[in-house]
Structure formats: structure tokens, C-alpha cells
């Protein structure tokens, strides 16, 4: 069980592996007003950037499960740099079948909802968790600009324009699964470049220590053709944030 490894190659350098960025991760740390000892679950964690750094910056308390076992790896290595390895704990396992033992105040899925088949199953896999009137945090793509025909979706890495919701349409859904939305943190297109202009130098640079490796040809066509498509689509139509829900 883990990730493909052209994952954890193009994502080699990444704390975050989404476009949000620290400063965004930090101001939404800060908007939540997180009490110390607040018990999170965190599906689908990462590298375990939210966290160790809410766990050092707020006081909280909280497990994280993820697929990969190079990034549980380094989720557990940042625990210890930031000395929160007492407070955060990381498993590698299946996130989409993960139900904390008890209840906790906060339960996240920052980025990866396929994990419960999509919003409705994620919200649903969340809440089996979460204690009465706990928050939850669903991060989730949308169209920041409609595309004009599939082929541009599909540019986007979505199956179709059906796979996401314009902004107020995703808000809606949220509402119509039973959730209050109580705050929220958008990507801009500046976060969009540093996570995606990332990847690309981490492709360069492991083509440059791999010439030989069997992933070789497939990392050079993706660094080829990766930047292009990006500038052409994601960056033009697709936005991303993360939204704190509460059940009503």
C-alpha cells in the first residue's frame, strides 16, 4: 500500500502538497482560533505540515494517516524537528477507512477527497469522528473560470467539467450535505505557481540524478509538457481552498 513513486518525486520538496502556502496554512491556523489540546484527525496528512505546525503554534493534539510511506516518514521527521513528536502522531495506512478511536474536535481532509469517493463519502468518512458541534476542514478544487469545452477540463487533471462545482455552487453543496461553512482559505494564482513551478524543478533535478532509471522517459515528457499545459489551464480556470464546516 503507498503512493506511486512519480508522486513522491514530483513532490519531493513539498511541505504542503497543495497549493496552499505557509503563510496560508498559518493564517488558517490563526482564523480557526484553535484552543489548545484540540484533538484533530487529519486524513490523507501528508507530510504532516498542518499538524506539526498547529501543534506548535496552537497547542493541538492529533494523529495523521496517510497512503505514503515517504511522506508519513517525513511527517514524522517534522514532528521532531519542530518538537511536537508528544503532541502528533503518523500512521501509514488506508485514510479512507480511518475512524478515530474517539471523537475528536477537529477532522480534516485537505486536498484528497477520492479518499471517500468525493465530497458527499468524504463529509460522511469525516464525521464519523468528529464529537457534536467539532469543526471539519475539506479541502477541495473549483472552477474558478468555468472551462469552455472538456478537453480544457481535462487539462485541469478533472475527469470533465462536471468533476467540479463553481465557487458558490461547492459552498451550496456543503450546505445541502448539512454543514454551516464558518470559514474558509483560497489558493490564489500565486499560490498556485509555487506549488506547481515546484514540481517542475523537482522532476529536473531527479531526472539529473536518474538518467537511467526505468520512470526516466515518463518524468521527461511530463517536465516537457507539465509547465505549458499548466499555464494554459490550471492556473486560468481552477481554483482551491480549504472550508471549515460545522453540522447544523
Known amino acids: 500500500m503507498d503512493l506511486p513513486r512519480i508522486f513522491t518525486i514530483r513532490e519531493s520538496s513539498h511541505r504542503i502538497h497543495n497549493p496552499l502556502t505557509e503563510a496560508k496554512l498559518a493564517a488558517l491556523g490563526e482564523a480557526l482560533r484553535l484552543a489548545p489540546g484540540t484533538r484533530a484527525l487529519d486524513l490523507a496528512s501528508g507530510s504532516g505540515e498542518l499538524l506539526c505546525t498547529w501543534a506548535r503554534e496552537h497547542g493541538i493534539t492529533g494523529t495523521g494517516v496517510d497512503i505514503s510511506t515517504a511522506f508519513t516518514e517525513r511527517a514524522r521527521a517534522r514532528a521532531a524537528e519542530l518538537g511536537v513528536a508528544g503532541q502528533v502522531g503518523f500512521v501509514h495506512g488506508d485514510a479512507g477507512g480511518h475512524v478515530a478511536d474517539q471523537p475528536v474536535d477537529l477532522a480534516a481532509c485537505v486536498g484528497a477527497t477520492w479518499i471517500g469517493g468525493g465530497v458527499a463519502g468524504t463529509t460522511e ?33 478533472a475527469g470533465g467539467i462536471a468533476d467540479f462545482l463553481p465557487l458558490p455552487d461547492l459552498i451550496g453543496r456543503f450546505q445541502d450535505l448539512g454543514y454551516d461553512v464558518v470559514e474558509m482559505m483560497l489558493a490564489d494564482q500565486d499560490s498556485w ?56
Request: net charge neutral; proline share 8%; with cysteine.
Open 125 to 157: 468518512l469525516l464525521g464519523r469522528s468528529l464529537r457534536p458541534g467539532g469543526l471539519m476542514l475539506i479541502g477541495e478544487p473549483y472552477w474558478r473560470r468555468t472551462p469552455p469545452d472538456e478537453e480544457t477540463a481535462k487539462g485541469c487533471h
Open 193 to 248: 505557481d509555487r506549488y506547481a513551478a515546484a514540481q517542475w524543478l523537482n522532476l529536473r533535478r531527479w531526472l539529473d540524478l536518474n538518467p537511467d532509471d526505468e520512470l526516466a522517459p515518463a518524468v521527461r515528457e511530463e517536465l516537457i509538457e507539465e509547465p505549458a499545459r499548466y499555464a494554459r489551464c490550471t492556473r486560468e480556470h481552477l481554483g482551491w481552498g480549504v472550508f471549515a464546516l460545522m453540522r447544523r
